[in-house]
């Protein structure tokens, strides 16, 4: 009777762990096709004769998280590289950035009344036609109000590549 009882509670219980309930919502995939893109690291900053050491990297990383956020992939490349656009070919990419900083000026916002300001140059184009590129500039200065009263810390001005940022590259990419 014990064995009986053990093979009906067995019965019962994968019976009831093979019937999961299944709810499903209809998915609209976006027609955008993901791409790959090759970012190449900047030059670091220079502004009033201060330069900003490691500043270039720090924007490649925002540049890498804001095209992410676009739906499409980033590798990062070094332009001191011997051939960097081979590195770029080598990893799967199918378009370059190449991020140029024209402006670049981190104060201690909070303290001095002068705000942060970054401006870069976004150049696109397809890896295997370099002469089709696209490009836009992007500018942006920190909230003086909001330094002044929320920003305890120095944020770099390479923060300021929100999410304005992001909305600026998705127009930019194919």
Same mark, same amino acid.
């Given at each position: 009777?014990? +064995? =009986?009882?053990? /093979? @009906?509670?067995? %019965?019962?219980? *994968? !019976?009831?762990?093979?019937?999961?309930?299944? #709810?499903?919502?209809?998915?609209?995939?976006?027609?955008?096709?993901?791409?790959?893109?090759?970012?190449?690291?900047?030059?670091?900053?220079?502004?009033?004769?201060?330069?900003?050491?490691?500043?270039?990297?720090?924007?490649?990383? +925002? =540049?890498?998280? /804001? @095209?992410?956020? %676009?739906?499409? *992939? !980033?590798?990062?490349?070094?332009?001191?590289? #011997?051939?960097?656009?081979?590195?770029?070919?080598?990893?799967?990419?199918?378009?370059?950035?190449?991020?140029?900083?024209?402006?670049?000026?981190?104060?201690?916002?909070?303290?001095?009344?002068?705000?942060?300001?970054?401006?870069?140059?976004?150049?696109?184009?397809?890896?295997?036609?370099?002469?089709?590129?696209?490009?836009?500039?992007?500018?942006?200065?920190?909230?003086?109000?909001?330094?002044?009263?929320?920003?305890?810390?120095?944020?770099?001005?390479?923060?300021?590549?929100?999410?304005?940022?992001?909305?600026?590259?998705?127009?930019?990419?194919?």
């Amino acid at each position: 009777m014990k +064995k =009986i009882s053990a /093979a @009906i509670a067995t %019965t019962i219980l *994968s !019976a009831c762990s093979a019937m999961p309930v299944v #709810t499903t919502q209809p998915v609209n995939l976006p027609s955008h096709v993901a791409e790959v893109v090759c970012v190449l690291i900047p030059a670091a900053a220079t502004f009033g004769g201060k330069f900003y050491a490691g500043s270039g990297d720090e924007v490649a990383e +925002k =540049i890498r998280e /804001a @095209i992410e956020k %676009t739906g499409n *992939s !980033a590798r990062l490349v070094s332009q001191a590289q #011997t051939d960097p656009i081979a590195n770029c070919r080598g990893n799967g990419s199918s378009l370059i950035l190449q991020p140029t900083i024209i402006y670049y000026e981190d104060n201690l916002t909070g303290w001095s009344g002068k705000p942060d300001q970054i401006s870069i140059q976004l150049t696109l184009y397809p890896i295997n036609q370099p002469d089709q590129k696209r490009s836009t500039v992007y500018t942006a200065r920190s909230n003086l109000v909001y330094s002044a009263f929320l920003e305890w810390g120095n944020a770099k001005p390479s923060a300021l590549l929100g999410d304005e940022f992001v909305a600026s590259l998705r127009q930019l990419l194919p």
